[in-house]
């Protein structure tokens, strides 16, 4: 009876135990599912904030681009007060507006004139137009104040019709125009305009003053204001090109401003929600998508973009089973760990028998673990490949898009100047501050190209070893030393950009924290391995300081080296400087050896000096 009391004893404890391990092994496991989920969920969430924003800045500079069109037009009064309607004519032919602004649709100036001067106006207008339009007065009907009249509306075959119009009839575009007159900045109303192309329209204005008059503040700039500049633009071609690289149904696009009600007899500046461009009017509100709200526009009234993509899309495949994959993984550690457990409680025999077989479980275990590194190793190497291919590919496009259109820029600008230098001393000046800026625009261009992809890698490791060190004492004033036999070392793309990297990394941990006074730099050439040995005479790293959480630096170097099949071994004493000694394999990796002399950067041997 005894031994059956026991027997029963320990199968209920069996159960038991069986129970709550498997409570345990579900508890572990949904918790990493929530968590891995909600992890996923955050970086997915991320990127879509990082292509929202990218949306935002691709409009707001096609919006800064029409803006700086008004300033030119603005500028093109400074020249000559009483522009004729067929120079204004010719400088919009020369803008070319259909291939560099295909979004704007007409571009105009509205003369300023008071009511005392109407009819002078009219007259004068209708002298110029010289019998076409013998008709001409100001529209709409009725005596006013003041007025702000289309005078000259390009391309005319197009927009004749609407000389005469007077833009403060309407309420709303007159606020926009006083706002305009008194800061001296581009604006808009917020209401729709007419253009030829379907969809919505908008426009922006600039005010136009007279040259040679003090624009310090509001009386002085009402003073000079002879009119305002505008153009009319599609929305749906500002948008055009924007979401062409995203998912097209379940990305979604709207673009919505404040508009006033212009009621009959209603109380001026009352405003409503007007949506603008919606590349899916007909879809309904979903929960599962990420939304971002954010403004683009110029200074005074600007606009909003609603944002959308569904969540479903910001997810890769490898994001959707992840969370159940770990979820399954910690239903089995735990599992084995409690199992682990029970079988250490249990009886001296039962654990050899037990740990006999998880001996095979465990090199399996190994196996896998082993796989798992190298595949994480291979992921880091593909990683940092799409990384530098990335960086070159933006370096390119940077240098043949925005270089191209900045010299461009700056030949108009140049030219522009030269024309200017003896009958328009201001304008002369404005156009020799805007070649100045532009030059330093091309300087920091250059910059950031050199920053991502330096060219000199192209001319060989040893090549561009020598000016990241020249370019590193220039900057840092640290005397550095170039230790190699002389021969020009080409290798691989991969294998130079690792190198350099290295280098930039080892100098930068220098000027940052080594306090060193001196570098040295040896490049050399085995049978077997490119080795490149960087040392310094800092204060050395503290114990410990290499794993540091949150320093990165020497980890990364260390992992680089791996990626390539090398070594990487790292020495450092206090207060007698760090070396870092890299070894890449010469297989797969040396492509070609150009004989010369040995050379040393430094001749003086400034690093054992100091």
């Not at 190298?374 to 898009?401: Q, V, Y």
């Not at 000046?429 to 000199?456: F, G, M, Y």
């Not at 036999?485 to 080594?514: K, M, P, W, Y």
Request: net charge neutral; with cysteine.
């Amino acid at each position: 009876m005894g031994m059956t009391a026991d027997f029963i004893a320990t199968i209920r404890a069996i159960k038991l135990g069986s129970w709550l391990g498997a409570l345990l092994s579900l508890g572990v496991g949904a918790g990493l599912h929530i968590s891995t989920s909600r992890a996923i969920e955050h970086d997915s969430h991320e990127r879509f904030l990082h292509m929202a924003r990218t949306v935002q800045s691709i409009l707001d500079g096609r919006i800064k681009t029409y803006a700086d069109l008004l300033r030119g037009a603005s500028a093109l009064f400074l020249t000559d007060e009483n522009l004729s309607r067929q120079q204004f004519q010719q400088y919009v032919v020369g803008l070319d507006l259909s291939n560099h602004f295909p979004g704007v649709e007409t571009i105009n100036f509205a003369r300023y004139v008071s009511d005392a001067g109407r009819t002078a106006f009219e007259e004068q207008v209708r002298s110029e137009l010289d019998g076409r339009q013998h008709a001409f007065r100001i529209q709409p009907e009725g005596r006013r104040p003041e007025y702000t009249v289309l005078t000259f509306v390009e391309p005319n075959q197009a927009w004749n019709n609407r000389l005469g119009m007077d833009l403060q009839a309407r309420p709303a575009v007159a606020l926009a125009l006083a706002h305009s007159r008194d800061t001296g900045e581009a604006s808009t109303s917020g209401t729709r305009v007419a253009i030829r192309s379907s969809g919505s329209g908008l426009g922006m204005r600039m005010p136009v003053y007279r040259p040679a008059m003090p624009l310090g503040d509001v009386a002085q700039r009402r003073a000079a204001y002879i009119g305002s500049v505008g153009i009319g633009f599609s929305v749906e071609r500002l948008a055009q090109g924007v979401l062409d690289n995203m998912p097209k149904h379940t990305t979604r696009l709207v673009i919505s401003g404040m508009s006033p009600v212009e009621e009959p007899g209603g109380p001026p500046g009352v405003y409503k929600r007007t949506v603008f461009f919606d590349n899916h009017p007909d879809a309904a509100d979903d929960p599962g998508v990420f939304r971002a709200l954010l403004p683009v526009g110029v200074s005074g009234r600007g606009w909003d973009i609603d944002f959308r993509i569904s969540k479903r899309d910001m997810y890769s495949e490898l994001d959707i089973y992840l969370p159940w994959v770990a979820m399954l993984a910690g239903m089995v550690g735990t599992s084995l760990l409690y199992a682990l457990y029970q079988t250490l409680s249990s009886s001296r025999r039962r654990a050899i028998e037990l740990a006999e077989e998880m001996t095979g479980e465990l090199r399996a275990s190994e196996a896998k673990l082993q796989k798992t590194n190298d595949n994480l190793r291979r992921l880091a190497a593909h990683a940092e490949t799409i990384k530098e291919s990335e960086r070159k590919r933006i370096a390119r496009e940077i240098h043949d898009d925005l270089g191209q259109n900045l010299l461009a820029l700056r030949i108009e600008a140049d030219l522009l100047a030269s024309r200017t230098s003896g009958r328009h001393p201001r304008l002369h000046a404005r156009a020799r501050w805007t070649l100045e800026q532009i030059d330093a625009t091309i300087k920091s261009v250059r910059q950031i190209i050199n920053d991502l992809r330096p060219h000199v890698l192209d001319l060989g490791l040893t090549a561009a070893v020598d000016w990241q060190i020249a370019e590193f004492q220039r900057r840092t004033g640290i005397a550095c030393e170039l230790v190699s036999d002389g021969r020009e070392l080409h290798v691989s793309d991969r294998c130079a950009t690792t190198l350099f990297r290295i280098l930039q990394e080892s100098l930068t941990n220098v000027s940052r924290h080594a306090r060193a006074t001196g570098v040295r730099v040896e490049l050399a050439l085995d049978e077997e391995s490119i080795t490149m040995t960087v040392s310094d005479n800092g204060i050395g790293l503290n114990k410990g300081g290499g794993q540091k959480p949150g320093s990165f630096g020497l980890v990364g170097i260390e992992e680089r080296v791996r990626i390539l099949g090398g070594k990487c071994v790292i020495t450092s004493r206090p207060n007698a400087g760090t070396t870092v000694h890299v070894a890449i394999p010469v297989a797969d990796n040396l492509l070609s050896v150009v004989p010369g002399t040995p050379a040393v950067a430094s001749p003086a041997k400034a690093f054992e000096s100091l």
